[in-house]
């Protein structure tokens, strides 16, 4: 199972939009969008499950992709002590 980071999503992204649109590449295990916490409203990012070689898969498929207007930003997970450094 690998962790994708989904990023640049317009801010009136659902769940169910983004579950459909990476299901084109294989079964999404689990997905978790950033919510605000009084809007409710996407913060324009979040994070889904799926099996290795589907991951692979939507990677290519769907990082700098529009969606909504924006191109999206697609990879894996960077454990949180690799952010930011170089």
């Known amino acids: 199972m690998k962790k994708l980071f989904v990023g640049n999503l317009p801010f009136t992204t659902n769940e169910e939009e983004v579950t459909n649109l990476f299901s084109q590449f294989g079964k999404v295990r ?3 969008l950033a919510t605000d916490v009084f809007s409710n409203k996407c ?3 979040g994070f889904i499950e799926m099996e290795g070689h589907e991951a692979r ?3 290519a498929g769907l990082n700098g ?3 909504n207007g924006k191109p999206l930003r697609v990879n894996f997970e960077e454990p949180k002590f690799n952010r930011g450094r170089r």
Do not use: E, L, N, V
């Open 65 to 67: 992709r529009d969606f």
């Open 43 to 45: 913060k324009g990012f």
């Open 30 to 32: 689990s997905i978790k």
């Open 57 to 59: 898969a939507a990677i």
